[in-house]
């Protein structure tokens, strides 16, 4: 059963200082934050990390996840990787809140060189704040998780 208010937090190197802001913010706002991610600037691996975050959100110990790399794009690759994750990298509240609404997403990546901190967290809670609308996005929702067979 996944809990409702938890959220699985990730990121590697390069994304440390943004991710504990987002931590502290979605905090505030009533979540359980669970980070994973690394403490110390030294080089990780960010599908390692992409993989950690999204095993948590597949496995229903956290209701969605939030991931950070770079670019947002590697460790979004990577979690998209495990059965049951639909990941979108966003740059923009109205894809934030898009790929909620249409695509049930349950993982949320971003770019830490790409956003700054305030659109970053701006976007989190477009994320956060948006619900899936069921319909005739569910089909397409079915249609993808098909594809992982």
């Known amino acids: 059963m996944t809990?409702?208010?938890?959220?699985a937090l990730s990121s590697d190197h390069a994304a440390i200082a943004l991710r504990q802001t987002?931590?502290?913010?979605?905090a505030a706002r009533g979540w359980e934050v669970v980070d994973i991610g690394p403490t110390s600037p030294e080089s990780t691996h960010y599908p390692a990390h992409g993989e950690?975050?999204?095993?948590l959100v597949a496995s229903g110990d956290c209701r969605l996840g939030i991931i950070l790399c770079g670019t947002g794009q590697g460790i979004m690759m990577a979690a998209n990787k495990v059965k049951g994750i639909r990941c979108g990298v966003c740059s923009d509240t109205f894809s934030a809140a898009m790929i909620r609404q249409h695509n049930d997403a349950n993982m949320l990546s971003l770019g830490?060189?790409?956003?700054g901190e305030g659109l970053a967290l701006e976007i989190v809670d477009a994320f956060l704040g948006a619900e899936f609308?069921?319909?005739?996005?569910?089909?397409?929702v079915d249609m993808i998780s098909a594809i992982e067979g």
């Open 3 to 7: 809990s409702t208010n938890r959220i």
């Open 22 to 26: 987002i931590a502290d913010h979605i």
């Open 52 to 55: 950690a975050a999204a095993q």
């Open 112 to 115: 830490a060189r790409v956003v």
């Open 133 to 140: 609308e069921g319909g005739r996005h569910a089909t397409r």
